[in-house]
């Protein structure tokens, strides 16, 4: 990994980590919530499930990168 990009990494506070793990939690739970309501838009659907593979994504270069 570059010097510059493991700096950057490895600078993200502990609390941005957690904000981004929080946002996914209450994704995943309206998620769960819209899902089994049966007037529930599909594109809303795809764009909260899209939200969360975003911020999954995040949190796992976080992870990955910090060590």
Same mark, same amino acid.
């Given at each position: 990994?570059?010097?510059?990009?493991?700096?950057?990494?490895?600078?993200?506070?502990?609390?941005?980590?957690?904000? @981004?793990?929080? =946002?996914?939690? %209450?994704?995943?739970?309206?998620?769960?919530? +819209?899902?089994?309501?049966?007037? !529930? /838009?599909? @594109?809303?659907? =795809?764009?909260? %499930?899209?939200?969360?593979?975003?911020?999954? +994504?995040?949190?796992?270069?976080? !992870? /990955?990168?910090?060590?």
């Amino acid at each position: 990994m570059p010097l510059a990009l493991r700096e950057t990494t490895s600078s993200v506070p502990a609390s941005r980590l957690e904000a @981004l793990r929080s =946002r996914h939690s %209450k994704i995943e739970a309206e998620l769960d919530q +819209e899902s089994r309501n049966l007037s !529930a /838009s599909d @594109l809303y659907l =795809r764009q909260l %499930k899209k939200q969360k593979l975003t911020l999954k +994504e995040e949190i796992e270069g976080i !992870a /990955s990168a910090t060590g």
